[in-house]
């Protein structure tokens, strides 16, 4: 049942020399069955009065011998990761070698790329709807990450418009994105030289350069949702126009002239509950009637506005 030493001894006779053979050494470190040992460990062992002494270290069939002045040694050479080794010193006091020590195993430590497992951040904003223009990127943090890679994309026409490395978990564009357009996003930790993996990719839309402002009313609540009277009416060359919403839901916000070409999208996406302002400019175009017109999840508003240039 004792577990077979690395290396099988080449004879056990004494060869011959007066001198007498070296106890067995006492091993102190690696330790047994250590665990996440260096792949350049230090051995150390007992002094038996020795010459020197012979240091075998053993894996898979393939044994290392190694002679050393004293009773220890640092390898320069790097033994594999994640393995389990084998190993044993005996003294060797003229030409007569000393018993072997206790054979003890120990395993090396995983490599960096294996132990740094980065999972992917988990994203907070912008979320899926419409969002400011110059939007806050932000995510959570992950344990051992250096920095995060963002990459922001437009859909179309297909373009990468943000590859960052951002030290901390939040980060905003100097330059505004364009507006009413569609977005995807996502972000990876980085440790060292190891990337994490990616985050999920995340969609938002910018809002239309139209829609100039959104008050929220948390407390007073609309009591309808519906479309005002722009104001003022007639104008020239730009109009404001009222929206309420009761609840958060998708809306369309769009302008048509007499034929029902579409002229301007003022609206496009999730709006909160609460009293929403766009501002609609005409100065390139050319007098006459207009109409707007509201969609929401329930119901279709259309009103109509006079140009006078």
Known sequence: GQQDPVCEDEGGEDS???????????????????????????????????????????TAGNVIDIMVEGISITLTDSLAYDS????RVRGVTGNTEGEWSSLWQYTTEQSYEEVVALHAPE???????????????????VEGADHYILHSNRI??????????????????????KPGTVYHWRVRAVADTVEGEWSEIWEFTTESDQEVETIRETDLLPIRTGLN?????????????????????????????????????????????????????????????????????????????????
Do not use: C
């Not at 150390?44 to 270290?57: H, K, R």
């Not at 389990?84 to 190993?87: D, G, K, L, M």
């Not at 179309?156 to 994105?177: C, S, W």
């Open 16 to 58: 011959g020399s007066d001198n007498t053979s070296a106890g067995a050494p006492e091993l102190y470190a690696p330790a047994r069955q250590g665990v996440d040992v260096s792949v350049t460990p230090s051995f150390e062992w007992s002094d038996t009065g020795a010459d020197y002494y012979m240091l075998q270290i053993g």
């Open 123 to 141: 994203q907070v904003s912008p979320v899926y709807g419409q969002v400011d223009n110059t939007p806050t990127f932000e995510w959570t943090a």
């Open 84 to 87: 389990s080794y084998e190993w």
């Open 156 to 177: 179309d026409p297909a373009e990468m418009v943000i590859d960052e490395a951002v030290v901390g978990t939040t980060f905003t564009p100097k330059e505004t994105l």
């Open 229 to 309: 009277q722009n104001y003022p009416n007639p104008f020239n060359p730009s109009t404001q126009i009222e929206y309420t919403l009761t609840d958060m839901q998708r809306v369309s916000l769009r302008v048509y002239d007499m034929a029902g070409r579409q002229i301007a999208v003022l609206a496009d996406g999730v709006k909160h509950a609460g009293r929403h302002m766009a501002t609609f400019s005409a100065k390139n175009l050319a007098s006459g009637i207009y109409f707007y017109r509201l969609i929401t999840d329930s119901k279709v508003y259309t009103k109509k506005m006079t140009l006078v240039k």
